[in-house]
């Protein structure tokens, strides 16, 4: 009954967008190349899915992001779990951390395709930029947060390394590490986007680039729309993760 209303929901959601879309075209009396209507965005989308150019933009996109974004999670994760715990090492790091933190991958993408070319590459450096910095700040912070009692109590049973990771601190500090996770996934699906605008020959952000060229508005606006799809879904399939495994260490009651 419950996934009945929330889809419910979801229709009435994107009904009310496209009636949105649809009146702002007919109140402001745009041009169809200008401004295309759902109905042509459907049928551009139709073209895409047909003829399987979609398809495989979609799965090059996607083996970028997720090499990319894996690779950054777990690098980040690991020095930040060790990070959290070396406190006079992490004060050194951290101005160096914050400095680099803010500024836009892109802004590292003339140097990207001068050391790595244009293709895959560039693309899934860019990716493992933008994820790296949350998860790293997330679970430093995370670590530094595991409640001093845990650490007493696995003190007094002599739990030692990498026992005391595995076991105790890492369970106690997943929940903080998680909202990390969340938004890494979102700044590294932006700029794949971005990324692929500038330095690759295939994926969404091609896509919708080769779509611009043509003037095709239609297609361009079919690419927003399935980035904005895919998005939602990996933000989904991440809470999916971050209840297993709260499962896995019994932080998530099984409903």
Do not use: C
């Not at 050194?92 to 070319?117: C, T, Y």
């Amino acid at each position: 009954m419950n996934m009945i209303k929330k889809f419910t929901n979801v229709i009435i959601g994107f009904s009310i967008l496209i009636a949105v879309w649809q009146t702002v075209i007919v109140i402001g009396n745009y041009e169809e190349a200008l401004f295309p209507s759902p109905l042509k965005v459907g049928e551009g989308i139709g073209t895409l899915i047909t003829n399987g150019t979609l398809f495989v933009h979609l799965k090059v996109s996607l083996i970028r992001f997720f090499i990319g974004y894996l690779s950054a999670v777990v690098t980040a994760a690991i020095l930040g779990l060790m990070l959290g715990r070396l406190v006079k090492l992490w004060n050194i790091i951290d101005p160096i951390v914050q400095v680099l933190r803010p500024i836009s991958p892109i802004a590292w993408s003339p140097f990207i395709v001068l050391w790595f070319g244009i293709g895959d590459i560039p693309a899934i450096v860019i990716i493992f930029i933008a994820a790296f910095f949350p998860v790293l700040l997330s679970t430093v912070s995370a670590v530094r947060k595991v409640d001093r009692i845990y650490l007493k109590v696995a003190e007094n049973f002599e739990i030692k390394q990498p026992h005391l990771m595995t076991k105790i601190i890492f369970p106690a500090a997943f929940p903080f590490i998680a909202n990390g996770l969340h938004i890494a996934l979102g700044t590294a699906w932006i700029f794949l986007v971005a990324g692929e605008m500038v330095g690759a020959q295939s994926g969404l952000g091609y896509l919708i680039v080769d779509a611009r060229n043509s003037l095709r508005l239609d297609l361009v606006l079919a690419g927003i729309i399935f980035i904005g799809i895919l998005g939602l879904i990996l933000d989904k399939a991440i809470q999916l993760f971050e209840r297993w495994v709260e499962k896995q260490w019994g932080m998530l009651s099984n409903k």
